[in-house]
């Protein structure tokens, strides 16, 4: 049986078939990306932490308290509005 040389071509195919997959998953890394939650499988990622919030029943809520909340409810959205403000401000300023 003869012997025979691999082609330059096909050592370039060969090649290819590691690299590109390797360049791809390693420039979504690099773009915050995670194609194969790898993060998730580390345990890198830590779940999203959500506020509790509790529900009383409708009886036992007064009008006079949801007025209060709301009214509470408003005012810190006023103060969030006037510090996305100023902090759009500072952007535009540099």
């Given at each position: 049986?003869?012997?025979?040389?691999?082609?330059?071509f096909?050592?370039?195919?060969?090649?290819?078939l590691?690299i590109?997959?390797?360049?791809?998953?390693?420039?979504s890394?690099?773009?915050g990306?995670?194609?194969?939650?790898v993060?998730?499988?580390?345990?890198?990622?830590?779940?999203?932490?959500?506020?509790?919030?509790?529900?009383?029943?409708?009886?036992e809520?007064s009008?006079?308290?949801?007025?209060?909340?709301?009214?509470?409810?408003?005012?810190?959205l006023?103060?969030?509005?006037?510090?996305?403000?100023e902090?759009?401000?500072?952007?535009?300023?540099?």
């Amino acid at each position: 049986m003869p012997k025979r040389k691999m082609t330059p071509f096909a050592r370039f195919i060969i090649v290819m078939l590691f690299i590109v997959p390797l360049a791809y998953f390693g420039a979504s890394w690099y773009n915050g990306e995670d194609p194969l939650n790898v993060r998730q499988y580390l345990g890198l990622d830590q779940p999203a932490k959500t506020e509790e919030v509790s529900v009383r029943p409708d009886d036992e809520v007064s009008e006079a308290d949801l007025r209060q909340r709301i009214g509470e409810l408003e005012q810190k959205l006023q103060q969030c509005q006037k510090e996305l403000d100023e902090l759009k401000g500072q952007v535009d300023n540099q």
